[in-house]
């Protein structure tokens, strides 16, 4: 009877000893998540400033090659890579057509900046809601934990 007792000591000191670990693991978990938040918040606006600045090139590109242009054709088709309707393009004068996609071009290119301001703020707002579950969920498993050390403390205490 008495061998159980000390075995039940036994197991219950190291369950308790194990508990504390893994609470100090997750008190531990808080500035890790902290770091990879930022770590991920600034890798975010870097790939999305790199998009928005791989497509700020190519609309100067377009722009370029819109002034290089001087066949009505290759205006017309310059216009479809666009999306724009080209149907009455051949019975309205080059200069017009060229300040019409220039138009398009200003418009494409607030769109594309506002677009990334939008999905870089999404992508912070998604990154820290995810981020706050995880401390949220860390602190309430620390107390538990902890809770649980304490109350096994007081059993064979």
Avoid: C, H
Avoid at 12 to 41: D, E, S
Avoid at 95 to 122: D, G, M, P, W
């Amino acid at each position: 009877m008495l061998y159980i007792w000390f075995l039940e000591i036994f197991i219950l000191k190291t369950i308790r000893w194990v508990i504390l670990i893994m609470a100090i693991g997750f008190i531990f978990l808080i500035p890790l998540v902290v770091l990879n938040t930022n770590r991920l918040i600034d890798s975010s606006k870097e790939q999305i400033t790199e998009q928005l600045a791989t497509q700020l090139n190519q609309i100067k590109n377009v722009d370029s090659q819109l002034d290089q242009v001087s066949d009505i054709n290759q205006i017309i088709a310059l216009g479809k890579s666009l999306g724009l309707n080209t149907d009455d393009f051949p019975s309205i004068p080059k200069s017009q057509v060229k300040t019409q996609i220039r138009t398009r071009l200003a418009t494409f290119k607030s769109n594309v900046e506002q677009q990334s301001v939008n999905t870089q703020k999404q992508q912070t707002r998604s990154i820290l809601k995810n981020s706050a579950k995880i401390l949220f969920s860390g602190t309430i498993m620390f107390s538990i934990f902890i809770i649980i050390w304490l109350v096994i403390g007081r059993v064979y205490i």
